[in-house]
T-cell receptor, first 114, second 111 residues
Framework: ETGVTQTPRHLVMGMTNKKSLKCEQH?????MYWYKQSAKKPLELMFV???????ENNSVPSRFSPECPNSSHLFLHLHTLQPEDSALYLC?????????????FGSGTQLSVL | GQNIDQPTEMTATEGAIVQINCTYQ??????LFWYQQHAGEAPTFLSY????GLEEKGRFSSFLSRSKGYSYLLLKELQMKDSASYLC????????????FGAGTRLFVKA
């Protein structure tokens, strides 16, 4: 139990579907992140929220839409995805923005786009 | 550009010592992390180095040389459960929240 819970664990969707990924952290942290992990590639930072305000947006296509309603919850809304979007999507949290702040990850959602 | 390099795969024997290297070129530097990720699980924090030298934590040690842009993770007395991916990550100098990851090294421990 890492304190960061992601649902669903697995998701298969067609290119015309709309779905959402959910992340919840029980650690009292102030920052939450979405990362994309593709096979044999580095984790790619997608979005960062600090105190519910988006502070990083790394040139992610608009078919990915994040939402952070409060400091404990983070969503990633998906629509009209492409097969190359198939990957493991990891949510993470940290206490704050200190340089030595380690990330606490969820187990991820394995997404397959058909 | 920003780049972190580490070997793709390594194999070692139970009870042995293995060293996983990481080299980085980033715009600024505010520390280097190592994370462990078992297949199908969340990455978990192992170590953080911001000053040169060796940090020891049980069977795991991490080394940093900022002038060389180089780090390694040393695993002693290897156990089968150490079979996992090891991710090297650098906190860049932007002052924001950006941690840049390498692609990870998959370590296989054999009996």
């Amino acid at each position: 139990e890492t304190g960061v819970t992601q649902t669903p664990r697995h998701l298969v969707m067609g290119m015309t579907n709309k779905k959402s990924l959910k992340c919840e952290q029980h650690l009292g942290h102030n920052a939450m992140y979405w990362y994309k992990q593709s096979a044999k590639k580095p984790l790619e930072l997608m979005f960062v929220y600090s105190l519910e305000e988006r502070v990083e947006n790394n040139s992610v296509p608009s078919r990915f839409s994040p939402e952070c309603p409060n400091s404990s919850h983070l969503f990633l809304h998906l629509h009209t995805l492409q097969p190359e979007d198939s990957a493991l999507y990891l949510c993470a949290s940290s206490k704050g923005r200190g340089f030595n702040e380690k990330l606490f990850f969820g187990s991820g959602t394995q997404l397959s786009v058909l | 550009g920003q780049n972190i390099d580490q070997p793709t795969e390594m194999t070692a024997t139970e009870g042995a010592i293995v060293q996983i290297n990481c080299t980085y070129q980033t715009s600024g530097f505010n520390g280097l992390f190592w994370y462990q990720q078992h297949a199908g699980e969340a990455p978990t924090f192992l170590s953080y180095n911001v000053l040169d030298g060796l940090e020891e934590k049980g069977r795991f040690s991490s080394f940093l040389s900022r002038s060389k842009g180089y780090s390694y993770l040393l695993l002693k007395e290897l156990q089968m459960k150490d079979s996992a991916s090891y991710l090297c990550a650098v906190r860049d100098g932007s002052g924001g929240f950006k941690t840049i990851f390498g692609a990870g090294t998959r370590l296989f421990v054999k009996a």
